[in-house]
């Protein structure tokens, strides 16, 4: 079943403009990722945040995590071109029997419009 | 891509043929994941392994079958594929389950008409 849902489903903005994405899940979780996909290629990994952790930095990247309301954002500060993909959040639970598994969202469409 | 590749990257196939779909590494990870993508689900873990013959059901196991014989190859079989099953295929591995970022190959894109 989906844990993660992404809001928005898509999102336009202006180059140098920050983009803004959020995750809603449902159950607890051991961490949150968040994953990057280009149009036709496969998912690249973009940051990870423990749940004993509320905010987290990456060159332009800033992800929180509050797990009081099962929530996490993805902010893009200065967005470029480039940036433009899909976006995804997983979340990393532990499903029984010594098992972890990450599980996806559907995504955040994000296009920056040069 | 870190080391992975997916064999074919694209297959147009007939409801009732079998598949096998190949995901191969060179970056020595214990574990190997099979995801499909559609469009309105995002991905979902279909079979995942960790290790040479141990392998797992994820969320949409029904219908698919895996095996992994070398530490490298991890194979996703159709036995008898269905229009349902008409999806883009993602490998993905990484060295470890807990706290772990994932890798993922290139995809491939079955059609089964």
């Known amino acids: 079943s989906q844990q993660g849902e992404e809001d928005p489903q898509a999102l336009s903005i202006q180059e140098g403009e920050n983009a803004t994405m959020n995750c809603s899940y449902k159950?607890?979780?051991?961490?949150l990722q968040w994953y990057r996909q280009n149009s036709g290629r496969g998912l690249v990994h973009l940051i990870l945040?423990?749940?004993?952790?509320r905010e987290k930095h990456s060159g332009r990247l800033r992800v929180t995590l509050d797990t009081s309301k099962k929530s996490s954002s993805l902010l893009i500060t200065a967005s470029r071109a480039a940036d433009t993909a899909s976006y995804f959040c997983?979340?990393?639970?532990?499903?029984?029997?010594?098992?972890?598994?990450?599980?996806f969202g559907k995504g955040t469409k994000l296009s920056v419009i040069p | 891509d870190a080391g992975i590749t997916q064999s074919p990257r694209h297959k147009v196939t007939e409801t009732g043929t079998p598949v096998t779909l190949r995901c191969h590494q060179t970056?020595?990870?214990?574990?190997m994941y099979w995801y499909r993508q559609d469009p309105g689900h995002g991905l979902r873990l279909i079979h995942y392994?960790?290790?040479?013959?141990?392998?797992d059901k994820g969320e949409v196991s029904d219908g698919y079958s895996v095996s992994r014989s070398k530490t490298e190859d991890f194979l996703l079989t159709l036995e008898s594929a269905t229009s349902s099953q008409t999806s883009v295929y993602f490998c993905?591995?990484?060295?470890?389950?807990?706290?772990?970022?994932?890798?993922f190959g290139p995809g491939t894109r079955l059609t089964v008409l």
């Open positions: 392994s960790y290790g040479v013959k141990d392998t």
């Open positions: 970056e020595n990870h214990r574990y």
């Open positions: 993905a591995i990484s060295d470890r389950q807990v706290e772990a970022e994932q890798f």
């Open positions: 159950t607890s979780i051991n961490n």
């Open positions: 945040i423990r749940s004993n952790e």
């Open positions: 997983a979340t990393d639970q532990y499903s029984g029997a010594g098992s972890y598994q990450l599980t």
